[in-house]
């Protein structure tokens, strides 16, 4: 443990930790607590957009993933960042119009059932906890190779931190410390970018060409088909990108953070050119990592090439630079996982224990405490499945997540604002059939089983054959959706629909998150 890293390392937790110190003194009620107040503006939002959505599984998988499969990576960057236009057109401003805390605000705003409610509070929970592992595997890789400390113990504490923000800050420092680290990681990725496209001569064309008589590929390392031969695995996680972002909870709850719809727009304006300009680096930082560490170091400091980014940063930059990257990288995942853990915090505070248990009948101080102590319960149980999951790839565990997110809460978001004849049964079903499809078809893949020792979780044969399932489980969620709906005996209430698309439209009434 150098003296340069661990100084670093501190600086980033002493800056986090002073971020939720003011945020905690203006964290007062309830909307406070969710939302900030719903007073971020357009610009603030849209980094904290990209900061939530640049983690782990982006900077450090998805580097990892182009270094060590080429083209096969890159679906990865490009699907991501595509996620942002169905996001733009389809979601961000009916979602802010209708919702008020958390995803099930919105669906409920049309149908009043404690049943639908419950539904996508559960549906939160399970995406927001897979999702987190994944930020903690990379977290506890990181730490390990910054500061030479037990994978175990790293997790643990980037659990306590993370916990720590939720419970004193709120949504008002996870938004600044997501807006912080967005800043930090576009920064010190555009040095990085540079210093390794300028060891290429800044020739683009050179840098093709060098990749391809660099790694164990060869010329393959170009071409698609390296870790996705499958057809319909590679069609499936493309499916999962690019429809996943609509239906993460995490990132959804985000512009309930603005005062109105138009903001909400803008915000995710801003967030797709700051994704976007982040995600042409990765190409970069993927190819001078094949390029300047080598896949035998890479896959030596870890096997699923989650140091990839940090250690081209020693390569290029020396101590100091491999320090800053990976303290920054560190800041990206306590950022992330902070607004996992109050996502999934919110949903079982509010959804469940306020609108479920206590039927409305609870005051905004004892809401904000019951959803404190959920933080803690929801840190535990992720950091104990992190503990389980360090072989494997940060980037995979999040577009599984973003697959049980486009299979459970897509088809039901969709529904909810653009069909008329959509109920309450056809929600639930539809969610139900989404998320259990994709949970035990995830189970029984080959990520989870391999008959080689070491290459999954459990050693085995895989009863499905794709590694990511979400080709089947979307049309599923959509046909759970449908059939629940056309097979209940259910009447639609018109004058509900209408106000529903009126207000979705129009944003009338809204004014800010208090008065949904």
Do not use: C
Not at 169 to 176: E, V
Request: net charge neutral; charged share 10%; hydrophobic share 55%.
């Amino acid at each position: 443990m150098s003296l340069l890293s661990l100084s670093l390392f501190l600086s980033i937790v002493l800056l986090t930790l002073t971020i939720t110190y003011f945020s905690a003194k203006k964290t007062k009620n309830a909307s406070d607590f969710y939302t900030a107040g719903g007073g971020l503006t357009a610009w603030q939002n849209g980094l904290a957009v990209a900061g939530d959505f640049m983690s782990a599984a982006s900077f450090l998988g998805i580097t990892g993933a182009i270094a060590l499969i080429g083209f096969d990576g890159f679906y990865m960057s490009i699907g991501n960042l595509m996620a942002f236009l169905f996001l733009l057109y389809l979601v961000a401003e009916p979602l802010r119009n209708l919702g008020k805390f958390t995803l099930a605000d919105m669906i409920t705003s049309r149908f009043n059932s404690k049943k639908v409610r419950g539904m996508a509070a559960i549906s939160t929970l399970v995406i927001s906890i897979f999702y987190m592992i994944a930020q903690l595997v990379g977290a506890g890789g990181l730490i390990k190779l910054l500061l030479g400390i037990d994978y175990g113990l790293a997790v643990l504490i980037v659990g306590i931190m993370m916990t720590i923000y939720v419970i004193f800050g709120g949504m008002t420092a996870t938004s600044w410390v997501q807006i912080t680290k967005a800043v930090l990681l576009l920064g010190g990725s555009s040095i990085l970018t540079f210093m390794v496209f300028s060891k290429f001569n800044f020739s683009v064309s050179e840098m093709f060409h060098h990749v391809k008589t660099v790694t164990p590929l060869g010329t393959d390392y170009l071409q698609p088909g390296n870790k996705y031969k499958d057809g319909l695995d590679m069609i499936s996680l493309n499916m999962a990108l690019v429809l996943g972002a609509a239906g993460l909870p995490h990132l959804l709850v985000r512009f309930f953070t603005v005062k109105d719809a138009v903001t909400a727009r803008k915000s995710v304006v801003y967030s797709t050119w700051f994704i976007g300009a982040f995600f042409v680096m990765t190409i970069f930082l993927g190819f001078g990592a094949a390029s300047f560490v080598g896949f035998d170091a890479i896959v030596g400091a870890d096997p699923a090439g989650n140091m990839a980014a940090p250690l081209l940063s020693l390569i290029v930059g020396g101590d100091f630079l491999f320090a800053f990257i990976a303290a920054v990288a560190f800041a990206t995942i306590l950022a992330v996982v902070s607004g996992l853990v109050l996502t999934s915090a919110s949903a079982f505070a509010h959804d469940i224990y306020s609108e479920i248990i206590k039927d409305g009948k609870i005051s905004a101080k004892e809401q904000v405490m019951v959803a404190r102590i959920a933080s803690i319960g929801v840190a535990a149980a992720s950091i104990l499945l992190a503990l389980f999951s360090q072989t494997l790839n940060v980037a995979f565990l999040s577009v599984l997540a973003l697959g049980i997110a486009a299979s459970a809460n897509l088809p039901v978001i969709l529904f909810t604002i653009y069909w008329k004849r959509f109920n309450a049964s056809g929600a639930i079903t539809g969610m139900l059939v989404g998320l259990l499809s994709s949970v035990i078809l995830v189970f029984l893949s080959p990520n989870v089983w391999n008959s080689e020792p070491g290459a999954a979780i459990f050693v085995g044969e895989a009863l499905f054959p794709l590694g990511n399932p979400t080709i089947f489980t979307v049309p599923l969620g959509f046909l759970g959706a449908y059939l629940g709906t056309i097979l209940s005996s259910e009447k639609v209430d018109e004058e509900k629909y209408a106000e529903v698309v009126y207000k979705s439209n129009t944003g009338h009434g809204v004014k800010s998150v208090q008065n949904h």
